[in-house]
């Protein structure tokens, strides 16, 4: 398996498909997104107990849907002091219907009493490229560091304004794009991806 020539990204998250796409820019891929397929595009619930269980559902069943290799990820918080949580349920952690800014709030509610030593985190990324023909690659990638109460910064999205990663002061929220995008669990499992495509046989002979 190396890179393909066209490829779908396997979300209809629209903060999400950016960073995707940003962190693939340099891919020799042409992206499509749902809004190239109206009609065609599957509706799959992330029923999985796993990062890799969601990122694999919703990739093959794109790959499936639209016969070329579709690219999806599944990512969360896991918090120490709530022994790992929430996890695979970030995006549901206050309830199946939950914005952003309830799942945020519902966090810090939860570590507001927490001191600041025990407010340890990561995020954590399983990115899975699936082929129409059932083979897959995957890539993970973490982003260690530490939670604050009192939200910062306008950029990113889910818990991004209350995650300070390990060795920098602003929030990952208060990061410029780019940076967010170099140190993300997102971009790091990405970028594990595009190491294993770019090391194929095939790739090297393009």
């Given at each position: 398996?190396s890179?393909?020539?066209?490829?779908?990204?396997?979300?209809?998250?629209?903060?999400?498909?950016?960073?995707?796409?940003?962190?693939?820019?340099?891919?020799?891929?042409?992206?499509?997104?749902?809004?190239?397929?109206?009609?065609?595009?599957?509706?799959?619930?992330?029923?999985?107990?796993?990062?890799?269980?969601?990122?694999?559902?919703?990739?093959?069943?794109?790959?499936g849907?639209?016969?070329?290799?579709?690219?999806?990820?599944d990512?969360?918080?896991?918090?120490?002091?709530?022994?790992g949580?929430?996890?695979?349920?970030?995006?549901?952690?206050?309830?199946e219907?939950?914005?952003?800014?309830?799942?945020?709030?519902?966090?810090?509610?939860?570590i507001?009493?927490v001191?600041?030593?025990?407010?340890?985190?990561?995020?954590?990324?399983?990115?899975v490229?699936?082929?129409?023909?059932?083979?897959?690659?995957?890539?993970?990638?973490?982003?260690?560091?530490?939670?604050?109460?009192?939200?910062?910064?306008?950029?990113?999205?889910?818990y991004?304004?209350?995650?300070?990663?390990?060795?920098?002061?602003?929030?990952?929220?208060?990061l410029?794009?780019?940076?967010?995008?170099?140190?993300?669990?997102?971009?790091?499992?990405?970028?594990?991806?595009?190491?294993?495509?770019?090391?194929?046989?095939?790739?090297?002979?393009?």
């Amino acid at each position: 398996m190396s890179f393909p020539h066209v490829a779908a990204v396997a979300s209809r998250n629209r903060d999400k498909i950016r960073e995707i796409l940003a962190s693939c820019s340099d891919w020799p891929v042409e992206w499509r997104t749902a809004r190239d397929h109206p009609g065609q595009w599957p509706d799959v619930e992330e029923t999985g107990t796993t990062y890799l269980d969601n990122a694999r559902l919703k990739a093959s069943a794109v790959a499936g849907a639209l016969v070329v290799p579709a690219l999806a990820d599944d990512s969360g918080i896991e918090v120490d002091a709530l022994g790992g949580a929430p996890g695979p349920r970030s995006a549901r952690f206050a309830g199946e219907r939950a914005s952003d800014r309830d799942n945020l709030e519902r966090l810090i509610e939860l570590i507001r009493d927490v001191p600041d030593v025990g407010r340890s985190a990561r995020y954590r990324c399983v990115a899975v490229l699936a082929f129409p023909e059932g083979e897959e690659m995957i890539g993970e990638g973490t982003c260690e560091g530490t939670l604050i109460t009192e939200p910062r910064g306008s950029g990113g999205f889910g818990y991004d304004p209350m995650f300070v990663p390990s060795g920098r002061t602003e929030t990952m929220a208060e990061l410029a794009p780019e940076e967010k995008d170099r140190i993300s669990h997102r971009g790091r499992a990405l970028a594990a991806l595009r190491a294993q495509l770019a090391a194929a046989p095939l790739a090297r002979g393009r």
